[in-house]
Each structure stands twice: as C-alpha cells, then as structure tokens.
C-alpha cells in the first residue's frame, strides 16, 4: 500500500517558474526521500532529508519536513522544460537491516517552454 | 561503473505462463530490492535481499511471487502463472552497505514493463 498522498497530482507550469509538490505520510519515518522518473524510465534520487532535519537543499531543490504533520515539500526553482517527469516522496524505515522505501502516488511535473 | 541493469525491457505473458525476470545490482552492492509499479502509481515493496539472504519478503502479493539471489549479486523475480493483474513496470533497485548500516539512497534500474494478456 502507499504511505501517504502527494498533491498536486498533476501541475504544469512555465519554464522559469518554480514547482513546489507536497507529500504526506502516515507513520513515524527514519527518513524521507525525493525521487524523479521520466516516462518510461526508472527512478532517480534527489533528496533526502532525515527525521530530525527540517529543511535541505541541494541546488535548485528545496525540501522541508514537518513530522508533527507528517508532511513534506519539495521546491524546485526556475524550471527547466528537463524537469518535466513524475516526482515521488519515499519514506524509509529499516525492515530486517534494509531500507524499504514506501512510496506515495506521485506527482506529474510538466515543464513548457 | 555501470548502473543497475534489467532485463527484459519488455515481455509480454500470456495468462498463465511463467515468466523470470532479471536484475544485476551495481557491483558491490549489498542491498537490493524489488519494486511492482502499477500504471499511475508509485512503486510498491515486493521483497528485499542483503546478499543472498532474502530477509524481507513481505510485499510479495502471492505464492505465485517468488525471487533469488543465490550468489549475492545477479537477482531474479520469477512470477508464475501469471494473471492480468501482475501487468505492472517492475524495478530492482540496489544500496551499498557501509559498516553495518544500510546506505539510504537506492539505485534503480530501468524496470521490466510485464503485460499479461
């Protein structure tokens, strides 16, 4: 089953503009990551933030993690058309010594020129 | 250094018929995971193997379902007659280990699309 909601699920918006997608989960989490996949592609890591950090960036990406919500954002700054893909919260927990991630639904990013 | 890598690409079942899939990790790789991710969905746990212990297996939607390792490396997912419902894109994904701790960050293939007609 999925761990939680993102929203929007679709959004389409000008280059230059920026993105932001929220996620929100349903425990307590070790971890929450940001993956990116283009169509017909696997998933790409982007982020990760850990339950006692509240805000990372990492170049144009920004996250923010907020665990007495459960809830998370993910920012990216003047767009690219290249951006354009589906966009995936994960959160972590350890299971038998791995790190399963769980998934959320998704939301598809489109980037015009 | 190579990525993770799957094949098929592409493989299309009749009802019924087994079919094996195939995932080698990146090199040295300790963890690796299976994924099941339906049209429109993000991806799913099926199961999860640190070297050729499968120590988590608690995705896997049926005794129909079953996956190896048996060297450590090269992973197989091997579903049996298989039904509609198991048409899906399914990812391996691989993580290194370091020190004891599993490493967070996993590294996916570009998936095996099944379609079972």
């Known amino acids: 089953s999925q761990q939680g909601e993102e929203d929007p699920q679709a959004l389409s918006i000008q280059e230059g503009e920026n993105a932001t997608m929220n996620c929100s989960y349903k425990?307590?989490?070790?971890?929450l990551q940001w993956y990116r996949q283009n169509s017909g592609r696997g998933l790409v890591h982007l982020i990760l933030?850990?339950?006692?950090?509240r805000e990372k960036h990492s170049g144009r990406l920004r996250v923010t993690l907020d665990t007495s919500k459960k809830s998370s954002s993910l920012l990216i700054t003047a767009s690219r058309a290249a951006d354009t893909a589906s966009y995936f919260c994960?959160?972590?927990?350890?299971?038998?010594?791995?790190?399963?991630?769980?998934f959320g639904t998704g939301t598809q990013l489109k980037v015009e020129l | 250094g190579a990525g993770v890598s799957q094949s098929p690409r592409y493989k299309v079942a009749k009802r019924g018929q087994d079919v094996a899939l195939r995932c080698d990790p990146i090199?040295?790789?300790?963890?690796l995971f299976w994924y099941q991710q339906a049209l429109g969905q993000g991806p799913e746990f099926l199961t999860y193997?640190?070297?050729?212990?499968?120590?988590?297996k608690s995705g896997l939607p049926s005794d129909r379902f079953f996956a190896e390792r048996p060297e450590g490396s090269v992973s197989t997912l091997k579903i049996q007659r298989t039904q509609q419902e198991d048409s899906a894109v399914y990812l391996c994904?691989?993580?290194?280990?370091?020190?004891?701790?599993?490493?967070?960050?996993?590294?996916f293939g570009a998936g095996t699309r099944l379609s079972v007609l």
């Open positions: 090199s040295g790789h300790v963890s």
């Open positions: 994904a691989s993580s290194p280990t370091w020190y004891g701790r599993p490493r967070d960050i996993q590294y």
């Open positions: 994960a959160t972590g927990g350890l299971t038998g010594g791995g790190n399963k991630l769980t």
């Open positions: 933030i850990r339950s006692n950090e």
């Open positions: 425990t307590s989490i070790n971890n």
């Open positions: 193997f640190q070297n050729e212990a499968q120590l988590d």
